[in-house]
């Protein structure tokens, strides 16, 4: 049974009853789903979908710009999934207009033209303005802030994790001078996940997963214990140090405020999703802290989070839950466990958070090549993307060189309906409409 998780914040009100399949008979709209290669020649990957769910690819559109291909510069490995360690590398603007990629290998942003029929023009590629030292750059999630035409781009090392680019009205990019950092006294070399915008775009908020860098085991495992002091210290961020979440408030024309540095509540807290109908709240997923939990940001930019919904970590410590996908009703939650291969659900009732299944699908194989931190073999399943109707979700299995999709059922479960052959251990990110 798990932990229920119940931050101090107010019971919604007028809540829409929980997503369910169409009845038998009902078909539900087909649409398009992008994915990034995240190769060397980095390319987008585009995807019809049908009603039923099924997915056929249409075309491979060149980015203009370098992925990492199946190095993973966040650990320095050779090869492995989760190259990036982040979410949202491909997001659509909110009119659906333009497409956005990160190209981590050279650090760059492409920009694209999205046709009536899904189909992608490559309008731009532009570097961010972070330099890449050694093989590989971090340049790994996005956030688009449509009342400043700018987008905001995360990378994994800093001391410069957040740049900026204007959009202008032809999907054109324009690299800023401005650059924000999560690094700490303490920490100078902290390593950021992914940000997040409230709805109002008053605060960003960024999630990290370590303080520093972790370094490699014999076999290629990541260590991520140090020495300090004379004692093991982990360098899982917020844990023990409580400054894992990071909130800007947000100015004119974007410019980033004085940050405020945060209790995540947990071990490395990864993911931060708002929901859409209670917008001070948010979802938060810990890549240490096993488990899910609910959160809530008040008028200053400050953060109130409830204990963690601990999901069962029997197979392995930590479990690198990273990833997240939320109904449009604010009612399940479907967690990515990358230590594990599989997808966990959750339920929120209110403000209750626990697990609806756990599995919510079968265990998805890898090669037997790559194990995550907790030692288990794992197909290292990264970004997940939910159909706007929530019947649908498809989840990148980069170590199975598999993208699977599944249709959401009633209880919460997932039933593989589709699947697509894509690259070895390198894809990232996934949008759609």
């Excluded at 492995?80 to 909110?94: H, K, Q, R, W, Y």
């Excluded at 035409?149 to 995360?154: H, R």
């Excluded at 709240?281 to 601990?310: K, M, Q, S, T």
Aim: proline residues 8%.
């Amino acid at each position: 049974m798990s932990t229920p998780s119940q931050p101090s914040m107010p019971t919604m009100t007028n809540q829409p009853s929980m997503s369910m399949q169409a009845p038998q008979g009902e078909m539900h709209p087909g649409g398009h789903l992008f994915m990034q290669t995240n190769e060397i020649r980095n390319c987008v990957i585009h995807y019809l979908r049908a009603p039923d769910g099924t997915i056929t690819e249409v075309e491979r559109v060149f980015t203009g710009g370098a992925g990492s291909g199946v190095f993973k510069p966040v650990s320095g490995q050779a090869s492995a999934p989760n190259a990036f360690e982040g979410a949202f590398s491909v997001i659509l603007t909110p009119d659906r207009r333009f497409l956005f990629t990160t190209n981590g290998g050279d650090n760059s942003v492409s920009s694209f033209a999205v046709g009536a029929d899904g189909k992608l023009t490559l309008l731009d590629a532009k570097r961010t303005g972070n330099i890449v030292n050694g093989p590989s750059g971090t340049a790994k999630a996005l956030a688009y802030s449509p009342s400043h035409s700018t987008l905001f781009v995360l990378h994994a090392f800093g001391p410069d994790h957040l740049r900026l680019m204007s959009v202008d009205e032809e999907g054109k990019l324009t690299a800023r001078p401005e650059r924000y950092t999560v690094n700490t006294m303490d920490w100078p070399n902290r390593v950021a996940t992914m940000a997040a915008f409230t709805a109002d775009e008053k605060f960003l908020v960024v999630g990290t997963t370590f303080d520093e860098p972790a370094k490699a085991n014999p076999d290629g495992t990541p260590i991520i214990w140090i020495e300090k002091n004379g004692a093991p210290h982990s360098i899982a961020s917020n844990l023990p140090d409580p400054v894992g979440l990071i909130v800007f408030p947000v100015g004119a024309y974007g410019v980033l405020g004085e940050p405020k540095f945060q209790d995540g509540g947990g071990g490395s807290p990864w993911n931060v999703q708002f929901l859409r109908h209670r917008p001070d709240c948010f979802v938060l997923g810990y890549a240490v802290g096993d488990g899910l939990a609910l959160g809530r940001i008040d008028e200053d930019g400050n953060l109130d989070i409830g204990p963690i919904a601990p999901i069962d970590t029997s197979p392995g410590k930590p479990a690198e839950l990273c990833w997240l996908s939320i109904t449009s009703d604010d009612r399940l939650v479907f967690a990515t466990i990358f230590g594990y291969g599989y997808l966990t659900s959750y339920r929120i009732d209110g403000n209750i958070l626990s697990i609806a299944k756990d599995l919510a699908c079968p265990k998805v194989p890898g090669d037997g090549t790559f194990r995550g931190l907790d030692g288990v073999v794992t197909s290292g399943p990264s970004d997940s993307w939910l159909s706007p109707d929530d019947a649908y979700l498809y989840q990148i299995y980069g170590n199975a060189s598999k993208l699977i999709g599944y249709a959401v059922q009633p209880d919460a479960s997932l039933d593989e309906i589709t699947s697509a052959d894509i690259p070895y251990n390198s894809p990232q990110g996934l949008a759609g409409f």
